[in-house]
T-cell receptor, first 111, second 113 residues
Framework: LAKTTQPISMDSYEGQEVNITCSHNNIATNDYITWYQQFPSQGPRFIIQ???TKVTNEVASLFIPADRKSSTLSLPRVSLSDTAVYYC????????????FGKGTHLIIQP | DSGVTQTPKHLITATGQRVTLRCSPR?????VYWYQQSLDQGLQFLIQYYNGEERAKGNILERFSAQQFPDLHSELNLSSLELGDSALYFC????????????FGPGTRLTVT
């Protein structure tokens, strides 16, 4: 049973900013919110991780409100190569017990 | 290239058989994870090892078992195979098995006929 809820699919266009939101209604105090990207027939790749507020790296930003009930992955100026499945997950602080990837959001970028 | 290697890349076997999948983690990583990905179930966490010891268990069937050896490579054993076990099996590794990012291997595609 997935612990998070995210849209099954999203469409956007090259050059746009894309925001994917995930619900974390029962997140535990010591869980970190983490996002992965997966291309077909490849293993997932880590994008970004945060606990609260905003985190930014060279590829994305992650917004987490104070109540931590949701998170938003922001991809600036997407390109065709950003077409992939994006997973949000709650990573336990002490190990992988309860680790769940869910079905992810299939993001399709069009020219 | 994540630095995680998995063998074999493809495996075709019959129902009722047993297979072993192998994973070598990134140099320096102490923790190994196994995942199963099928079309209907998505990406399922199976089991985690840290420095040779089992640390966490997910949706791993009793017919499946795993171990991590002293050189830190890991093997996933699948027995009494069923058609529904056909899937992509990924191994991932991380430095200490906590919240840090996991590095995934290229996967082993298992087909049970």
């Amino acid at each position: 049973l997935a612990k998070t809820t995210q849209p099954i699919s999203m469409d956007s266009y090259e050059g746009q900013e894309v925001n994917i939101t995930c619900s974390h209604n029962n997140i535990a105090t010591n869980d970190y919110i983490t996002w992965y990207q997966q291309f077909p027939s490849q293993g997932p790749r880590f994008i970004i991780q945060g606990y609260k507020t905003k985190v930014t790296n060279e590829v994305a930003s992650l917004f987490i409100p104070a109540d931590r009930k949701s998170s938003t992955l922001s991809l600036p100026r997407v390109s065709l190569s950003d077409t992939a499945v994006y997973y949000c997950l709650e990573v336990p602080g002490g190990g992988a017990d309860g680790l769940t990837f869910g079905k992810g959001t299939h993001l399709i970028i069009q020219p | 290239d994540s630095g995680v290697t998995q063998t074999p890349k493809h495996l075709i076997t019959a129902t009722g058989q047993r297979v072993t999948l192998r994973c070598s983690p990134r140099s320096g990583d102490l923790s190994v994870y196994w995942y199963q990905q099928s079309l209907d179930q998505g990406l399922q966490f199976l089991i985690q090892y840290y420095n040779g010891e089992e640390r966490a268990k997910g949706n791993i069937l009793e017919r499946f078992s795993a171990q991590q050896f002293p050189d830190l490579h890991s093997e996933l054993n699948l027995s009494s195979l069923e058609l529904g076990d056909s899937a992509l099996y990924f191994c991932a590794s991380s430095v200490s098995g906590g919240i840090e990012e996991q590095y995934f291997g290229p996967g082993t595609r298992l087909t049970v006929t």
